[in-house]
T-cell receptor, first 117, second 110 residues
Framework: GAVVSQHPSRVICKSGTSVKIECRSL??????MFWYRQFPKQSLMLMAT?????????EQGVEKDKFLINHASLTLSTLTVTSAHPEDSSFYIC?????????????FGPGTRLTVL | GNSVTQMEGPVTLSEEAFLTINCTYT??????LFWYVQYPGEGLQLLLK?????DKGSNKGFEATYRKETTSFHLEKGSVQVSDSAVYFC?????????FGSGTKLNVKP
């Protein structure tokens, strides 16, 4: 099946710094990528949808200036958490949709654990 | 609107026991239904899916049938193993957007 990678898998940063998380589709071109946030023992919450070459669409309640998303190519999307604070600590998961396949076929990355001290 | 409700966990079973994790949904239109599994510290892995009513998804001994009349997609396995211990998420896709249930943690004891 299609593979989606995320980097880094874990990151610890100080409060006030910015952190960038990469999401790559390794063997397919992803016309659309999605970013989710998962709180401990809870489900995934969709944060935003990004389409290659255009601005991301954010879900209600998600601060677009705090969570910057860039989908620069068909295989790479980045999420930058700006001026991170402890409440931003979470598990961030991306998924990518294969433009060639069924419209609802999404492949998930392994996730990035962010800890803000 | 679109939403998924699944049974709260944790579910604790002995090895070789029968597993059922209930999942019901509300949706407009004709969603596709999925079960994902998440092992500790990892992302989600697709376990099985069904794209239309009465379809049965199956994989690794797990099964789920898309029941439109009861708006359900219950996950079953006849004989669980310790290695099945994980969190299981029921999800639906409608208009290209995923909606996840809250997850059910399964603990299988030897």
């Amino acid at each position: 099946g299609a593979v989606v990678s995320q980097h880094p898998s874990r990151v610890i940063c100080k409060s006030g710094t910015s952190v960038k998380i990469e999401c790559r589709s390794l063997d397919f071109q992803a016309t659309t990528m999605f970013w989710y946030r998962q709180f401990p023992k809870q489900s995934l919450m969709l944060m935003a949808t990004s389409n290659e070459g255009s601005k991301a669409t954010y879900e209600q309640g998600v601060e677009k200036d705090k969570f910057l998303i860039n989908h620069a190519s068909l295989t790479l999307s980045t999420l930058t958490v700006t001026s991170a604070h402890p409440e931003d600590s979470s598990f961030y998961i991306c998924s990518a949709r294969d433009g060639r396949g069924q419209y609802n076929e999404q492949f998930f990355g392994p996730g990035t654990r962010l800890t803000v001290l | 609107g679109n939403s998924v409700t699944q049974m709260e966990g944790p579910v604790t079973l002995s090895e070789e026991a029968f597993l059922t994790i209930n999942c019901t949904y509300t949706a407009t239109g004709y969603p596709s239904l999925f079960w994902y599994v998440q092992y500790p510290g990892e992302g989600l892995q697709l376990l099985l899916k069904a794209t239309k009513a009465d379809d049965k998804g199956s994989n690794k001994g797990f099964e789920a049938t898309y029941r439109k009349e009861t708006t359900s997609f219950h996950l079953e396995k006849g004989s669980v193993q310790v290695s099945d211990s994980a969190v299981y998420f029921c999800a639906l896709v409608n208009f290209n957007k995923f909606y996840f249930g809250s997850g059910t943690k399964l603990n299988v004891k030897p």
